[in-house]
């Protein structure tokens, strides 16, 4: 639980996922032959088997965020965002703007309802209405702590709720990172593991892409968390993955455009679930892609497969996720890979 909140509460956005790999790092050094660090930022742990065959696993450590894009004369910072954010989420959150000589705190505001013409207070205000206010008052005083570029994350709590379920910010992906670092501790196999942190995922799959480029591997899974439709507001036709059911099995996600897992995959997949006695459940999507997507389309083409841990509220600070699905993730994993000639 303790790794599980120290992932999620630390920050970083697509380009700045120092921290993460930091922690991913100090996890598993003593678990693994080597550790690397590529061009692009993805970190790569290497466990070495005796045989010539090579998995990867790949989670990605980047989180959605800001980034700051104008100071205006009065000290007030306009941001664009990085990732799928939805402009509601954002109204009033607190945030963090990681400047070059230190952390800033801010909140982000907007026109108060009270001065709203009628019409105007039933639209959704748009990110670029919004602006963070860090208590200056001048541009130039702003300049003196915050620079055009510097990434913003917002300020999340760790919260454990009954039931083994957890509460937190950019659950997707620590959730991911946290599946990894755990899994590549617990492997036990003739074959060679990769666990590979990836860079920014939510720009465009970009560090799965060099990294699946670099490894070459035979295998490959994507370990990613996804949409739970258990809750008000959605439907399980629409989201068929829940809470507490254990990782969903990804067959194909976003409508066929994104994976379309081969049948061996699944085969590799399903069937661990039910040598180990591991719940598991099958989820085809319209929406949402992961890192597997780039990374079964690298060189002649990689058999990939993912696993997704149901999530409730992805892509906001309040996610919500069972610890139970998070273990099942790891144990029928760890059952796959073994288990892999
Ligand atoms: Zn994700």
């Known amino acids: 639980m303790e790794l599980m909140k120290k992932l ?32 692009l930022g993805n970190i790569i742990a290497t466990k070495k088997g005796e045989s010539s065959t090579k998995v990867m696993l790949a989670a990605h450590m980047d989180e959605i965020g800001l980034m700051v894009k ?4 009065k000290g007030f910072i306009l941001f664009t965002k990085i990732g799928g954010i939805n402009d509601q989420m ?22 108060p309802p009270h001065i709203m013409k009628s019409a105007e207070r039933k639209k959704i205000v748009e990110y670029d209405k919004m602006f963070i206010d860090i ?15 510097d990434p913003i994350t ?9 039931n083994d379920l957890i509460m937190g910010k950019a659950l997707d992906n620590r959730i991911g990172c946290y599946v990894m670092i755990e899994t590549l501790k617990r492997v036990n196999t003739k074959a060679t593991v990769y666990g590979v942190g990836t ?55 976003a409508g066929g455009r994104g994976i379309m897992v081969t049948e061996k995959i699944k085969k590799i997949l399903t069937e661990a679930g039910k040598r180990g006695n591991i719940d598991y459940q099958l989820e085809v ?10 990374i079964h389309l690298t060189r002649e083409g990689i058999p990939t497969g993912v696993l997704s841990v149901p999530t409730r509220y992805i892509h906001t600070t309040v996610s919500v996720a069972s610890m139970k699905d998070i273990k099942k993730t790891i144990d029928l994993l760890v059952e796959a890979i073994n288990n892999i000639e």
């Open 154 to 162: 917002f300020k999340g709590d760790f919260e454990e709720f009954p």
């Open 70 to 73: 104008y100071i205006d004369k």
């Open 8 to 39: 999620s509460l630390a920050p970083g956005i697509s380009g700045f996922e120092g921290e993460i790999a930091n922690i991913i790092e100090s996890e598993l050094n003593e678990h693994v032959d080597l550790i690397e660090e590529d061009s």
């Open 199 to 253: 860079v920014q995922e939510e720009v465009g799959l970009k560090g799965a892409k060099t990294s699946a480029f670099k490894l070459n591997p035979d295998l490959a899974f994507a370990l990613d968390v996804t949409v739970s439709g258990d809750h008000p507001g959605v439907e399980m036709k629409e989201a068929p993955a829940v809470i507490g059911k254990g990782p969903a099995v990804v067959l194909v996600d």
């Open 285 to 294: 999507s319209d929406g949402g892609t992961t890192d597997g997507t780039a």
């Open 135 to 149: 208590g200056a008052l001048s541009k130039e005083e702003a300049e003196k702590s915050v620079s055009l570029g």
């Open 90 to 111: 954002l109204m009033n959150q607190k945030v963090i703007i990681h400047g070059v000589k230190g952390d800033v705190f801010g909140v982000i505001g907007s026109k």
